[in-house]
């Protein structure tokens, strides 16, 4: 296991002396779980090896844009890891910035304590996700994993549109409450 | 603060990558000009990080990470780059736009009215542009046939359902009326993402409309 910490680390020291051993434990640790995240959307096991494949790389070749005080590596991997999977989709078409400049570029200073943040936030959506109703997570999962639009998500659970975005509004608003009470 | 945000649920179909190109490009640009909305967008990604963590391994072939490191080779971990700065004329652009001015864009004048500029987004079947309306213009008065996306860039309008300022959000259905009018002060820009061809539903409508469905205005 890799903690948050250790992770973030493990980047750092990339950017810093390009270190080879250090992109193997990243590697190991997160190409697994990236693939098998894209393979929940139903995309196919070599497609989802090439995403993680990619999506690794990146972390490399970007190592230097990461800011551990504004999201978590898991987090950082996750964004770098949807990009690359919405270029895989649209692949004729010319590949989005995969910079996600939202992780990279946000306005400075916009929150004092960012770096307090960043790890809180990250631990505690950990400890809320357990915390949902079975009603609000399969939503929430499919929305993420699945890559299912709300339309689709109602579809398939056979609920009216307006029921899903109502259970997509609560979660996010437990997750919101109980962020916002840590700030 | 925004007074008018992105719904939830679709700052989440953002996150998780779901949005076509279209509607992608109009929420990044609320979430560029909105703090409020960027936290939950944060948070939603940290939802993802957190998913992926939690996620059970696929196994991975043994030769993947050997493959990997062989490319390390061709590979230079990059210097932090700095952000993309928006080409003479559109300094208003916020960073997510930046990339979709490519050289050569400027302001075709419609209907001696407004001005747009139509934006490239390959594989998306919606209509993508800016509009620009002197203060106290409106744009025609239209309805549409599908979902409506807008985002305020600069300055601010008002319609039917209020009032709009920088980094504000409307997402509308089809069947809705409305004409919205710049406010007073600074020329109004926004980006408009449209799901198909609006229909207008003034006087000048029954003449227009074919040429709006044939893309020509």
Redesign the interface.
């Known amino acids: 296991m890799l903690s948050a910490d250790e992770a973030a680390d493990l980047i750092e020291v ?2 810093s002396r ?1 270190d ?1 051993a250090a ?2 434990s990243l ?2 640790h ?8 894209i ?1 929940r959307g139903g995309t196919d096991v070599e497609a ?2 090439e995403v ?2 990619e999506t ?2 990146m972390v ?6 990461f800011d551990r005080s504004r ?9 770098i ?3 690359k ?2 270029d895989l989709l ?1 692949r ?3 590949p ?2 995969t ?1 996600d ?6 306005p400075e200073g ?2 004092a304590d960012k770096s307090v943040l960043a790890g809180q ?2 631990t505690r ?2 400890e809320l ?1 357990g915390g949902l109703s079975e009603d609000q997570l399969v939503v ?2 499919k ?3 699945e ?4 339309t689709v998500i109602a579809e398939e659970l056979k609920l009216p549109l307006g029921t899903v ?1 109502s259970r ?2 609560l979660a ?2 437990r ?2 409450e109980a ?1 916002e009470k840590d700030e | 603060m925004s007074r008018h945000p992105a719904p939830d649920e679709l700052l989440l179909d953002y996150a998780a990558g779901t949005l076509p190109e279209g509607p992608a490009l109009a929420v990044a640009l609320h979430v560029a000009l909105d703090p409020q909305a960027r936290r939950t967008v944060d948070r939603l990604n940290a939802v993802g990080g957190a998913l992926i963590e939690h996620e059970i391994e696929a196994s991975l072939d043994d030769a993947a990470l050997e493959r990997a490191m062989a490319r390390l080779e061709q590979v230079a971990v990059e210097p932090r780059a700095a952000p993309a700065t928006a080409r003479p004329g559109f300094e208003w652009a916020p960073p997510p736009l930046i990339p979709h001015l490519r050289a050569g864009l400027g302001w075709r004048r419609i209907l001696g009215k407004f001005d747009e500029i139509r934006l490239d987004v390959p594989g998306d079947a919606h209509r993508v542009s800016l509009l620009r309306l002197e203060p106290g213009h409106g744009l025609p008065e239209h309805n549409h046939r599908g979902y409506e996306y807008t985002v305020c860039l600069r300055g601010g309008y008002t319609d039917q359902t209020g009032s709009y300022g920088v980094g504000d959000f409307a997402v509308g259905p089809g069947g809705e009326r409305h004409e919205p009018i710049a406010d007073p002060g600074e020329p109004c820009i926004a980006l408009i993402v449209v799901e198909k061809p609006i229909v207008l539903t003034g006087p000048w409508g029954r003449w227009l409309n074919p040429l709006v469905s044939r893309g020509w205005i």
């Open positions: 990339i950017a390009q080879r992109f193997a590697f190991r997160f190409a697994p779980r990236v693939k098998a995240f393979m989802a090896q993680a494949q690794l790389i490399w070749r970007k190592a230097a844009s999201a978590s590596a898991a987090t950082w991997i996750y964004t890891a949807r990009n999977r919405i649209r004729a078409a010319r989005i910035d910079e400049w939202l992780v990279v570029y946000a916009e929150e936030t990250y959506v950990k996700l929430i999962r929305a993420f994993f890559d299912k639009t709300h975005k997509i509004r996010l608003g997750l919101r962020l």
